[in-house]
């Protein structure tokens, strides 16, 4: 019965001595936050996924809550995204006071219907009665802007970005991928988080490589990037 009962791990970090004497050896160091590590590591992440910049940062919450910052969503701004979703990917618009507007999931994959997306960017962006079926029934007024989109990469999965960037074209809106769950998968040979506007990945015990807590932007907007590593 004790064995019924004993929980089933999600996931089992692989550390080992490299990353043991990894730690000994900033701990031996006056640099134990910003050091040289930290550089070294953005560019290494630079290179293996194309992009122009990558910034560290505290975990994957604390960059996507940057590039929302980034974004400039800010009070009343509509956000379409995903309900099936680690609560952070919404809870950074909530602190912004933007509004996370819901779309189903594909069944096949969990991850955001595209056509449901572009279906809410029409009437969103048209507004009235329209806007409202799309809205939480709380009195959210209409006419506010749509802002972004932010797909989530579920159980490693890409989202389907080439339909979504298309919306994003069409009506001048930003992409924000949480990648947190896919660092080292493609998008039709794209490094997944490089297709967007930003991408964020996470380095929680649960994820491909971790470092406890951690996470990292990237992104090709050389303002935005500015901007970013002024706030973490």
């Known amino acids: 019965m004790d064995q019924i009962n004993q929980p089933i791990p999600m996931s089992s970090p692989d550390l080992g001595e490299a990353e043991r004497q990894a730690v000994l050896d900033v701990l031996n160091t006056p640099d134990l936050s910003m050091g040289p590590r930290i550089s070294q590591f953005e560019e290494a992440f630079c290179q293996w996924t194309g992009s122009q910049h990558a910034i560290g940062v ?25 309900p099936f979703s680690f609560v952070a990917s919404t809870n950074v618009l909530l602190f912004e006071n933007a509004v996370p507007v819901y779309v189903d999931v594909d069944p096949r994959t969990g991850n955001i219907d595209t056509q449901m997306v572009a279906a809410a960017a029409h009437d969103l962006m048209a507004g009235g009665e329209k806007a409202r079926q799309w809205l939480p029934p709380r009195g959210i007024e209409t006419g506010r802007s749509l802002k972004a989109i932010l797909p989530v990469d579920v159980f490693g999965q890409p989202a389907d970005l080439d339909p979504i960037l298309e919306v994003a074209r069409q009506y001048q809106l930003q992409v924000i991928e949480d990648s947190c769950e896919a660092l080292g998968a493609e998008y039709k040979g794209r490094p997944a988080g490089s297709v967007g506007d930003f991408g964020v990945f996470a380095f929680y015990p649960n994820k491909q490589i971790t470092t406890g807590e951690g996470g990292v932007i990237i992104t090709n907007d050389d303002a935005a990037a500015d901007f970013m590593r002024s706030l973490r």
Request: hydrophobic share 35%; with cysteine.
């Open 58 to 82: 505290n975990s994957g919450t604390a960059g996507l809550h940057l590039c929302v910052r980034a974004a400039g969503i800010s009070t009343g701004d509509y956000v379409i995204t995903t």
